[in-house]
């Protein structure tokens, strides 16, 4: 299924990801801020904060740092006002790619984010240019190590998710917008914190390129990736485990 090759093609580009931790810091920053000024301060009443926490807890995001971008954006000196855009477009070999951003100035995200596309070869459209290829749904992961495939399937179904699929390296819980928050929230009680639970887009169908287009397409994610406005990016795209391998080296 595309949600697992997603998780699988993007798995090689985690060590230049660590090796941008302040970047990776400044978006998980600016999603909490916004998830605390748009409901309450408190992640226990406000489901998109906790998803926030988790995520920067996962990639070692001290509490008081936390603590401090939550006191801050509900404070007297949260002043930013970030809203989320998304902007969608083809990129090299006509890959269909979903960019999610959250800005405090559109015209300057907006730019930034077309000179990417257009360096790549590719080309920004308009609202809604790709993402009928794709299905908006909540994902929740989880290593093979926390329970077999018969286990998780049934803790998923009495949870409310619609869909489980699972390998020799873990499980994906997929479920709807509207049930994700609750589905979380049961697999968290019975198997502990989730490896990755988001709300995502995820490919209809992928395209299947070789080791120079697949290249070419991350080099725009990355350049993408690179801009701090932009939260995340989505390609219906995948490779072979082969190619992943080279492009990893």
């Not at 999610?100 to 984010?113: F, G, H, K, P, Y």
């Not at 908006?136 to 489980?164: F, H, N, Q, S």
């Not at 990736?225 to 932009?230: C, F, G, I, R, Y």
Request: proline content about 3%; overall charge negative.
């Amino acid at each position: 299924m595309a949600g697992h090759s997603h998780a699988k093609n993007i798995m090689h580009r985690k060590g230049a990801q660590d090796a941008k931790r302040a970047r990776i810091y400044a978006k998980l920053i600016r999603e909490i801020a916004v998830a605390a000024k748009e409901g309450l301060p408190d992640p226990a009443a406000n489901p998109r904060l906790r998803a926030a926490i988790g995520t920067a807890l996962k990639q070692n995001m001290t509490r008081d740092a936390i603590d401090r971008a939550i006191k801050k954006a509900t404070g007297a000196g949260g002043q930013e006002n970030y809203e989320a855009v998304r902007y969608e477009g083809y990129g090299p070999a006509g890959v269909a790619v979903i960019v999610e951003a959250l800005t405090d100035n559109r015209n300057r995200t907006a730019s930034i984010v077309r000179a990417a596309f257009n360096k790549s070869g590719g080309a920004l459209g308009e609202t809604n240019a790709v993402s009928f290829m794709f299905s908006r749904l909540g994902a929740v992961r989880y290593p093979a190590t926390v329970a077999d495939a018969d286990t998780m399937l049934e803790a998923a179904i009495e949870a409310g998710a619609d869909e489980v699929e699972s390998d020799e390296e873990g499980h994906e819980v997929q479920t709807s917008i509207e049930n994700f928050f609750a589905v979380r929230d049961a697999l968290a009680a019975r198997f502990g914190d989730p490896a990755e639970a988001a709300l995502e887009w995820q490919p209809n169908t992928t395209v299947m390129l070789d080791e120079d287009k697949a290249r070419a397409v991350l080099k725009l994610v990355d350049a993408l990736e690179d801009d701090d406005d932009v939260q995340n990016v989505y390609a219906n795209f995948e490779v072979a485990d082969d190619v992943a391998a080279k492009l990893s080296a």
